[in-house]
Nanobody, 121 residues
Framework: VQLQASGGGLVQAGGSLRLSCAVS???????????MAWIRQAPGSERELVAT????????YYADSMKGRATISRDNAKKTVYLQMNSLKPEDTAVYYC????????????WGRGTLVTVSS
């Protein structure tokens, strides 16, 4: 599984961004066994799990910090995971990573390069 994140940039507080994560995998059926995640890391801070989605049934999870402001989704045909973020705050500034792990695993073993999101006040 290879992951390619994109969509970061500079946005003013209150604005929106949509991040994309293109997934390269031999078979689409393989994806049904994975959980996809967006994880962010702000300067000087630990990594924070932002949102996850199970590829098979679309079940989602959101960190409290993003509930109501973010939507994670996946497009099976495009093999892409999205993170729509609205009402962005300066504290959302971070490098956002797309990650994946097989169902049942505890750790995310596949990571894409991060995409930087900067929210100005």
């Amino acid at each position: 599984v290879q992951l390619q994140a994109s969509g970061g940039g500079l946005v003013q507080a209150g604005g929106s961004l949509r991040l994309s994560c293109a997934v390269s995998v031999a078979s689409t059926r393989t994806l049904s066994r994975y959980i996809m995640a967006w994880i962010r890391q702000a300067p000087g801070s630990e990594r924070e799990l932002v949102a996850t989605i199970r590829w098979d049934n679309g079940r989602t999870y959101y960190a409290d910090s993003m509930k109501g402001r973010a939507t994670i989704s996946r497009d099976n045909a495009k093999k892409t995971v999205y993170l729509q973020m609205n009402s962005l705050k300066p504290e959302d500034t971070a490098v956002y990573y797309c990650a994946a792990k097989p169902l049942g695993d505890t750790a995310y073993g596949w990571w894409g390069r991060g995409t930087l999101v900067t929210v100005s006040s």
